[in-house]
């Protein structure tokens, strides 16, 4: 183009003007050491210059594709959208189609002609503004195989003409890859959140996630980027719900920042978008014709053309071995252990999951024709359960980030989408039996699925399995397990033990390790050296030793001291430290210092209520939002919860009319807080019906309080069948409490019977944990319903009560380090 320029005679800032581009844009374009120019730049100037468009976009495109693959475009994460298949990232194929070289070549999978929704035009809202140069982060929410990832895909396309990237972390796990590169993410770029859950949902590292996307979207340097994402239902519910006040938030920073970035995707296609889907079938789209004669009364198109009904039929309708391996990888899946699951962890653990009859029946080669009947894809669509070939793992040399551990040898299979969800709602109340554990005990090599098959364990109750579980995962470089073994070793009241493995969780990194090894120090009256452990913890992340210690030393008389170690914990950005003080010391009667600590905490609205909770009691409530101006800033927020927090002060100072109002208005504005405090709102006021209906709209958004609140108020009214009915409704959309409060309240009647059949349920189901909260442990212990109490040494995996046995029976002296 250098040439064709010198023949038009005109100076480069000349051809800006004539192409209607800026200056630097048409300089980079002939600069050889600057970024490939965009098609739409080449464009332009080529028609000036009177030059073969055509041959010059090709040029380009090529040119972008080589910077795209050399070595030195790894700084920037991800490649040209042009470059992906969109199976690569999980787009469910709608067929196969053989690509007419002969029949030893693979069929091609394929995708069915696309029709536009609702929420296609949001999303292409997001990447027009994208495109305009604005950051933009969209989430879709929906259920499997309603077409969120086909959506995404094909709402990029624009963006792709334009050579933008596209980056999907996955490698070695979503939520590592995620966390040790969104630092890099550069300008035009698509970063691609697929099944967000394993990203923002991931334990450990989550809300670390969701600061780093929140860090991209908002330094607008960073930008233009587009993060878009996928989730189910059951799992936006669970992130954005607001925790009852006092509850532990440990999804704070995603329900930030998933607000008002959400885009629900229908279960099914209403009648204009089935009348578009026909059109192009009538155009020759045999994909679409073929769902179209299944699905034009139920609207599940997208379901049936990701085989989501047969893959059902095919799990209903299997051999006993084939659907003892479904629900083996079913609940693999649904107990935390990752997408990639051995063949031997399968093949071990089906075997519990088979009756006595058909165990018997087996015959030798029973496994192999196992796998492959379920390996046969459904009409040339998914199978369900597909064997995947996970990539080598390429780190730099040196010591391993990796919890994923080393690959399992033998093959490695996948569960497809739609039946883990199943499982998700079908298996829910089933502790999976003793070959399950067995397995994971024998074949998991992943640090993240021992540790996550641990948590299930203890969860369940299976105490001893957990045990067993937990030395296998130390044994393999567990953190979390050494430190939970040393815990043991400190209730024995060997120290030296307790703190071999305290000091490796801690040269590890693992901070718990380290508060640990502060609170050791307290006990052993070594203040100093607990205080600089305390603060080693807090500098990196974890300020629990801190929280303890400062409030040690106020009951200790020592105010000042406690205070410097609050202060440092809010200097790391925990600013709860201050305010536990704060509450600490308002309970024990100095106001005057309480509210002084308060105000030197930054002017948060998100925990703007607890720190006046702590600051003042009820009567003093009205005084307290006077003096401090805050009405304005929670009205003006544009955040609708900022609303459900004002009208939750305006309902504890007495206005119930006000607060009413309130939870309306941040209703209307899409808060999904506000319908269970209307619902509670209206059963005080006597209409029970009513606040029963608006609390299983508010179910229906993820949140199951009102439910609770509600059966609570029918039992009050000794209406008990009833109670029973709203606390079950309330369990199946999620509440891990409801159960429980249903077994205490036959518990208190004297029907003991329905009470440990409601027990024997949540206990199968992990779903007793809530019991350790501090709002529930005191009513649960009176009533004997907390696990430890009624089966102490714990449950088998069939629910029958363990017999004794004692961990430090298993366990060896740790070694210490040379």
């Known amino acids: 183009m250098s040439d064709a320029l010198a023949r038009s005679r005109l100076s480069k800032s000349e051809l800006a003007v004539r192409v209607q581009l800026g200056r630097t844009t048409v300089s980079e374009a002939f600069n050889l050491n600057a970024p490939v120019p965009s098609a739409d730049t080449v464009s332009a100037l080529v028609r000036v210059l009177k030059l073969p468009v055509d041959e010059l976009l090709e040029l380009r495109r090529r040119a972008a594709e080589e910077v795209s693959s050399s070595p030195g475009s790894d700084l920037a994460p991800g490649r040209l959208i042009g470059m992906w298949e969109p199976h690569d990232l999980e787009v469910h194929p709608a067929g196969s189609s053989p690509d007419g070289r002969g029949s030893r070549v693979p069929e091609r999978q394929v995708l069915s002609a696309y029709v536009q929704r609702e929420h296609d035009r949001l999303l292409a809202d997001a990447v027009h503004d994208c495109a305009e140069g604005r950051s933009r982060m969209l989430v879709l929410v929906g259920s499997s195989s309603t077409g969120k990832t086909r959506s995404c895909w094909e709402a990029v396309q624009p963006l792709a003409e334009r050579d933008w990237r596209l980056w999907h972390p996955f490698d070695p796990t979503r939520a590592e890859a995620a966390l040790e590169d969104l630092h890099r993410v550069q300008p035009r770029t698509v970063v691609w959140l697929n099944e967000a859950q394993h990203y923002l949902g991931d334990p450990k590292v989550g809300e670390r996630i969701a600061a780093a996307i929140h860090t991209l979207l908002t330094q607008t340097e960073r930008g233009p980027v587009l993060v878009l994402g996928t989730l189910w239902p059951e799992f936006a519910g669970q992130y954005t719900s607001l925790p009852a006040p006092g509850a532990a938030d440990p999804h704070s920073r995603v329900r930030e920042l998933l607000t008002r970035r959400t885009v629900a995707v229908p279960e099914a296609f209403d009648p204009p978008a089935l009348a578009a889907a026909a059109a192009l079938a009538t155009d020759g789209d045999q994909l679409l014709a073929d769902a179209l004669t299944r699905t034009r009364t139920t609207g599940r198109l997208t379901q049936d053309l990701a085989g989501a009904p047969e893959l059902l039929d095919r799990y209903e309708h299997a051999t006993p071995a084939a659907r003892a391996v479904l629900e083996a990888a079913m609940d693999a899946r649904r107990l935390g252990v990752g997408l990639h699951l051995p063949q031997a962890f399968l093949t071990a653990a089906a075997f519990d999951y088979l009756t006595d009859a058909d165990y018997d029946r087996l015959a030798n080669d029973w496994a192999e024709a196992a796998f492959a009947e379920l390996a046969r894809p459904v009409h040339g669509k998914q199978a369900p359960l597909h064997r995947v070939n996970p990539r080598p793992r390429r780190r730099p040399p040196g010591p391993s980030r990796s919890t994923t551990g080393p690959l399992p040898p033998g093959a490695i299979f996948r569960l497809a989408d739609y039946l883990e969800q199943h499982g998700w709602q079908t298996r829910r109340w089933l502790c999976p039996p003793a070959s399950f554990w067995h397995a994971a005990h024998t074949h998991f090599t992943s640090l993240n699925d021992l540790e996550r098959v641990v948590e299930a364990a203890e969860e369940r109750h299976r105490l001893e399995w957990a045990h067993h579980l937990r030395l296998r995962a130390a044994d393999a470089g567990s953190t979390l397990a050494q430190v939970r073994l040393g815990m043991l070793w400190e209730a024995a009241e060997d120290t030296e033990a307790a703190e071999t493995l305290y000091r490796q969780a801690a040269d590890a990194g693992d901070t718990d390790g380290l508060v640990r090894l502060a609170m050791m120090r307290e006990a052993a009256g070594e203040r100093e050296a607990a205080e600089a452990l305390a603060r080693q913890a807090a500098n990196a992340g974890n300020t629990d030793a801190l929280h303890s210690l400062a409030i040690a030393r106020e009951r200790a008389g020592q105010p000042e001291i406690a205070e410097a170690l609050a202060r440092h914990a809010a200097d790391v950005g925990k600013t709860d430290v201050l305010r536990h003080l704060a509450e600490f010391r308002r309970r024990s009667g100095g106001r005057e210092g309480s509210e002084a600590l308060i105000r030197q905490q930054p002017p948060d609205t998100g925990v703007l209520f607890d720190q006046i909770r702590a600051a003042a009691v009820p009567p003093e409530l009205a005084k307290i939002l006077r003096t401090i101006d805050i009405r304005a800033g929670f009205l003006d927020s544009g955040d609708p919860d900022d609303l459900v927090v004002l009208a939750d002060l305006q309902q504890q100072i007495g206005d119930r009319e006000g607060a009413e109002a309130l939870y309306r208005q941040a209703a209307d504005a899409g808060s999904g807080a506000a319908l269970p405090r209307l619902a509670?709102?209206?059963?005080?006021?006597?209409?029970?019906?009513?606040?029963?209906?608006?609390?299983?709209?508010?179910?229906?958004?993820?949140?199951?309080?009102?439910?609770?609140?509600?059966?609570?108020?029918?039992?009050?009214?000794?209406?008990?069948?009833?109670?029973?009915?709203?606390?079950?409704?309330?369990?199946?959309?999620?509440?891990r409490i409801a159960l429980i409060r249903a077994a205490g309240m036959w518990e208190d009647v004297g029907n003991a019977a329905s009470a440990d059949a409601l027990l024997q349920q949540c206990t199968n189901a992990g779903e007793t944990s809530a019991l350790l909260h501090p709002a529930w442990i005191s009513w649960a212990e009176e009533r004997q319903l907390v696990p430890a109490q009624r089966w102490p040494y714990g449950l088998d995996p069939d629910g029958r009560p363990s017999a004794p046995w004692d961990p430090l029976d298993t366990m060896t002296m740790p070694k210490r380090p040379s």
Do not use: C, F, P
């Open 680 to 735: 509670v709102i209206r059963g005080q006021g006597g209409d029970l019906e009513g606040a029963a209906t608006l609390a299983r709209q508010a179910a229906k958004t993820g949140s199951t309080s009102a439910l609770m609140d509600v059966a609570g108020m029918r039992q009050k009214a000794g209406d008990r069948e009833d109670a029973e009915a709203l606390y079950r409704q309330a369990a199946d959309a999620g509440s």
